[in-house]
């Protein structure tokens, strides 16, 4: 145990809380966490397993009368926790009479008083944007326009000046309009690398990657066919790139992800003159020297990663977004492909399509949709009904460990549970439990679980020492995470920490009473390279859901900051 866990650990004792969270807060509060935990007792509700009855009583029991409900820092702290909750639900900002509602719900007589303590103590930032224009306004009128007023949102500091960053970021790109190539070139190019490496590009592909040529951002639709014609489209830009000498950088959210492009370019190129790279090795090496540069798997990336990525890129750098727009958005804050699109300061092109295996039809299918019965003459597609949670679980544990690997021959590494839910009996914990009973049994963490690190990135803990867990990923580099506390069980996932990341076989797990989607319920399907088995314990549900529920709403600033820029 480190000293500042120790010290940590101790506060949480005086406190009346629980020592097993001083790993958590030190990872969350920084160096400083006693000092700060004994100051403000409040901020136990940096963590998400805390509520705000916790929080008062351990306040109390450690302030005594000095912890009084409209004590500034608890109204801070208040504003901040219900700020957080929206940041877990994607929405990177609370409109600010919203936010108030909010506050007042978790029980804060003056609202209004809480957001401005919130602001004293930088716990939360305001925007104010006018995004609409006067468009009945007639200059020869004389006069000036009413100017509308501002709308007003909320954010976490973070968050908020995240997306900020990313929306000038993409301005500045944006502000560069050099082309690579021009028109002509660009479509020259394509099929000269074509003919080099011996396949056929569609027409949708060539248009797509002219523009690509031509405008600095881009976001390059794809759809659940579309990972064969992505590395072909690599390869030609790859082509682009070196003729016109900028370089090219394809990055992916995910090892897992990385490493099934670089897959799929190996088996056009024998000696693949592209790496694939994760985009936390990317980013580290910023800024880049590179005149392309692509990321894959768009729809997983959050404002925050997105700001990175696009800070990172040198002027006049062409920044491609290649993304399905039919997934959910990231797990984290944002939905930046779609509001980069909807701002219409961007390009948006087609990528075009390969012949849909079944796992893409099904796909396909939800997203106009509906669940159809698709022919799988291989089993690529097996639906498997379930009445109770319980039998899910049982079912999923039995098509990981047996029926997957002896019909198909998928090994259970090669396959990856995804799950609506995060609790329950079909929940990505219990399945957790059961299937590290079943594939590597211990307690707690061991070497050759199967892990997932607070970036995203999913692989087998190798060892644990004093300076942190080693954790072999999916493009079998390594990578030490130095605190394991932050390591999460992954053999089962919820649909948000799958997002990014492809398997050969997928098992997609829809217990009783969860909310179903239609992107939801995509995004899962298309985490599945060759197999998925759909089990499904809705009791009918599934096709309601996928019919009705078409998209996840979130609450964002990009669009206007994008426009406004």
Request: aromatic fraction near 2%; proline fraction near 7%.
């Given at each position: 145990?480190?000293?500042?866990?120790?010290?940590?650990?101790?506060?949480?004792?005086?406190?009346?809380?629980?020592?097993a969270l001083a790993p958590r807060l030190v990872s969350v509060l920084g160096p400083h966490a006693a000092l700060d935990l004994?100051?403000?007792?409040?901020?136990?509700?940096?963590?998400?397993?805390?509520?705000?009855?916790?929080?008062?009583?351990?306040?109390?029991?450690?302030?005594?009368?000095?912890?009084?409900?409209?004590?500034?820092?608890?109204?801070?702290?208040?504003?901040?926790?219900?700020?957080?909750?929206?940041?877990?639900?994607?929405?990177?900002?609370?409109?600010?009479?919203?936010?108030?509602?909010?506050?007042?719900?978790?029980?804060?007589?003056?609202?209004?008083?809480?957001?401005?303590?919130?602001?004293?103590?930088?716990?939360?930032?305001?925007?104010?944007?006018?995004?609409?224009?006067?468009?009945?306004?007639?200059?020869?009128?004389?006069?000036?326009?009413?100017?509308?007023?501002?709308?007003?949102?909320?954010?976490?500091?973070?968050?908020?000046?995240?997306?900020?960053?990313?929306?000038?970021?993409?301005?500045?790109?944006?502000?560069?309009?050099?082309?690579?190539?021009?028109?002509?070139?660009?479509?020259?190019?394509?099929?000269?690398?074509?003919?080099?490496?011996?396949?056929?590009?569609?027409?949708?592909?060539?248009?797509?990657?002219?523009?690509?040529?031509?405008?600095?951002?881009?976001?390059?639709?794809?759809?659940?066919?579309?990972?064969?014609?992505?590395?072909?489209?690599?390869?030609?830009?790859?082509?682009?790139?070196?003729?016109?000498?900028?370089?090219?950088?394809?990055?992916?959210?995910?090892?897992?992800?990385?490493?099934?492009?670089?897959?799929?370019?190996?088996?056009?190129?024998?000696?693949?003159?592209?790496?694939?790279?994760?985009?936390?090795?990317?980013?580290?090496?910023?800024?880049?020297?590179?005149?392309l540069v692509v990321l894959t798997e768009a729809m997983s990336a959050g404002v925050s990663s997105a700001a990175q990525l696009?800070?990172?890129?040198?002027?006049?750098?062409?920044?491609?977004?290649?993304?399905?727009?039919?997934?959910?958005?990231?797990?984290?804050?944002?939905?930046?492909?779609?509001?980069?699109?909807?701002?219409?300061?961007?390009?948006?092109?087609?990528?075009?399509?390969?012949?849909?295996?079944?796992?893409?039809?099904?796909?396909?299918?939800?997203?106009?949709?509906?669940?159809?019965?698709?022919?799988?003459?291989?089993?690529?597609?097996?639906?498997?009904?379930?009445?109770?949670?319980?039998?899910?679980?049982?079912?999923?544990?039995?098509?990981?460990?047996?029926?997957?690997?002896?019909?198909?021959?998928?090994?259970?590494?090669?396959?990856?549970?995804?799950?609506?839910?995060?609790?329950?009996?079909?929940?990505?914990?219990?399945?957790?439990?059961?299937?590290?009973?079943?594939?590597?049994?211990?307690?707690?963490?061991?070497?050759?679980?199967?892990?997932?690190?607070?970036?995203?990135?999913?692989?087998?803990?190798?060892?644990?020492?004093?300076?942190?867990?080693?954790?072999?990923?999916?493009?079998?580099?390594?990578?030490?995470?130095?605190?394991?506390?932050?390591?999460?069980?992954?053999?089962?996932?919820?649909?948000?920490?799958?997002?990014?990341?492809?398997?050969?076989?997928?098992?997609?797990?829809?217990?009783?009473?969860?909310?179903?989607?239609?992107?939801?319920?995509?995004?899962?399907?298309?985490?599945?390279?060759?197999?998925?088995?759909?089990?499904?314990?809705?009791?009918?549900?599934?096709?309601?859901?996928?019919?009705?529920?078409?998209?996840?709403?979130?609450?964002?600033?990009?669009?206007?900051?994008?426009?406004?820029?």
């Amino acid at each position: 145990m480190s000293e500042a866990v120790e010290q940590v650990s101790a506060v949480l004792d005086r406190m009346g809380a629980p020592p097993a969270l001083a790993p958590r807060l030190v990872s969350v509060l920084g160096p400083h966490a006693a000092l700060d935990l004994d100051a403000d007792p409040w901020l136990l509700l940096r963590l998400p397993q805390v509520s705000v009855e916790q929080a008062d009583y351990c306040a109390r029991h450690h302030l005594g009368e000095q912890a009084r409900p409209d004590d500034p820092r608890r109204l801070a702290a208040l504003t901040s926790h219900v700020l957080r909750r929206a940041a877990a639900r994607g929405h990177t900002a609370v409109e600010a009479k919203r936010l108030a509602t909010m506050v007042g719900q978790v029980g804060v007589p003056d609202p209004s008083a809480a957001v401005s303590a919130a602001e004293e103590r930088e716990e939360a930032v305001l925007f104010e944007s006018t995004d609409d224009t006067d468009d009945d306004f007639d200059p020869a009128d004389g006069g000036v326009p009413d100017l509308p007023d501002p709308e007003r949102h909320y954010a976490l500091p973070d968050v908020g000046r995240a997306e900020q960053r990313l929306g000038e970021q993409i301005l500045r790109l944006i502000g560069g309009n050099d082309p690579v190539m021009d028109s002509a070139t660009a479509g020259e190019t394509v099929d000269a690398a074509a003919e080099k490496y011996g396949f056929e590009v569609t027409g949708a592909t060539r248009d797509a990657l002219v523009t690509v040529a031509l405008r600095p951002v881009v976001v390059l639709r794809q759809g659940p066919s579309s990972l064969p014609e992505l590395a072909r489209a690599v390869l030609c830009l790859h082509l682009m790139a070196e003729d016109s000498q900028v370089g090219l950088s394809v990055v992916a959210p995910t090892a897992q992800a990385a490493a099934a492009l670089q897959n799929a370019v190996a088996e056009l190129a024998a000696d693949p003159p592209v790496r694939v790279e994760t985009l936390t090795a990317l980013t580290e090496r910023a800024p880049l020297e590179t005149g392309l540069v692509v990321l894959t798997e768009a729809m997983s990336a959050g404002v925050s990663s997105a700001a990175q990525l696009a800070s990172a890129c040198p002027d006049g750098a062409h920044l491609v977004l290649a993304a399905d727009p039919h997934q959910a958005p990231s797990a984290s804050p944002g939905q930046v492909v779609i509001d980069v699109a909807t701002s219409r300061t961007a390009h948006v092109a087609q990528l075009g399509e390969a012949p849909a295996a079944p796992v893409q039809e099904l796909a396909a299918g939800v997203a106009a949709g509906e669940v159809p019965d698709v022919a799988a003459p291989g089993r690529e597609v097996v639906r498997v009904a379930a009445s109770s949670a319980e039998e899910a679980a049982h079912r999923t544990v039995q098509l990981i460990t047996d029926s997957i690997p002896r019909a198909l021959e998928i090994a259970p590494e090669q396959t990856q549970v995804v799950t609506a839910r995060e609790d329950g009996p079909a929940g990505a914990r219990a399945l957790n439990a059961a299937l590290k009973e079943r594939l590597n049994p211990g307690r707690g963490f061991d070497a050759g679980d199967r892990v997932m690190t607070d970036t995203g990135d999913q692989g087998y803990l190798r060892e644990v020492t004093a300076d942190g867990a080693a954790v072999e990923l999916a493009d079998g580099s390594r990578t030490t995470v130095s605190d394991p506390a932050s390591l999460r069980h992954a053999w089962a996932l919820p649909v948000a920490a799958a997002h990014g990341g492809l398997w050969p076989a997928v098992v997609v797990v829809l217990p009783p009473n969860t909310p179903v989607s239609r992107p939801q319920v995509y995004t899962a399907l298309t985490r599945a390279t060759r197999h998925v088995s759909l089990v499904d314990a809705t009791g009918g549900a599934l096709e309601s859901g996928v019919r009705e529920n078409a998209a996840l709403e979130r609450t964002t600033r990009l669009v206007s900051v994008l426009r406004e820029g």
